[in-house]
């Protein structure tokens, strides 16, 4: 059984995690960014993305142990509409 992270490790782990997801979003944007958003408006986005991804593993980390990791996992779970699609791998990730 592995050590359990202390909190500032945790925090730093999930903080790179977020960024290399935020990166894979913001890369799997570029088509739309360049068509409908300025640079100025992705400047905004960009730690808007990173933040809420920040913020969704760790609830989800932690939800087992904070009742308000918890509270907000289930929140968003409960948000997710039915009519959306599973997701799908990213062209030429997969072949």
Known sequence: MEP???EKDLDKV??????????????AMEDFHCKYLS??????L???I??????ALYAKETMTKS????EFVKYHFDMIPDYWE??????GFKK
Request: no cysteine; charged share 25%; net charge negative.
């Open 4 to 6: 359990e992270l202390s």
């Open 39 to 44: 640079d100025a408006q992705m400047k905004e």
């Open 46 to 48: 960009n730690p808007i």
């Open 14 to 27: 999930l903080q790179l995690n977020a960024k290399f997801i935020a990166m894979v979003v913001r890369n």
């Open 86 to 91: 599973l997701p799908e791998f990213l062209p």
């Open 67 to 70: 009742e308000r990791s918890e």
């Open 50 to 55: 990173r933040n809420a991804i920040f913020t």
